[in-house]
Nanobody, 126 residues
């Protein structure tokens, strides 16, 4: 049974930093593209960042470029999201997602991801 467990959310002041982690179990981690999505109240869930298939590269939404960094640790089956220079607009529930990928493809669509975590709340105050 595949499980994705996020941690690291919380309340932070604008300009501050948080580091989210996602622990994956029940899958062969290196075969999966991993991503972070977020969903703010009243809005659709949107792509934030991904480690592409086979760990070949990373991809980011335009609105987080230069502020967020995604990384994965294959030995620990974890994917992390370092978030710096946080803004109130970054307030959302952040979700970890996994997609089986045996190519270098980089997925940005929700529909591409088979497994999801429960989410962790990030709140940025102004």
């Amino acid at each position: 049974q595949v499980q994705l467990a996020e941690s690291g959310g919380g309340l932070v002041q604008g300009g501050g930093s948080l580091r989210l982690s996602c622990a994956a179990s029940g899958l062969t981690f290196r075969r999966y593209a991993m991503a972070w999505f977020r969903q703010a109240p009243g809005k659709e869930r949107e792509f934030v960042a991904a480690v592409c298939g086979l760990g070949s590269s990373t991809g980011y939404a335009e609105f987080v470029k230069g502020r967020f960094t995604i990384s994965r640790d294959v030995a620990k089956n974890t994917v992390s999201l370092q978030m710096n220079s946080l803004k109130p607009d970054d307030t959302a529930v952040y979700y970890c997602a996994a997609a089986l990928s045996l190519t270098h493809a980089c997925y940005r669509s929700r529909a591409d991801y088979e497994y999801w975590g429960q989410g962790t709340q990030v709140t940025v105050s102004s």
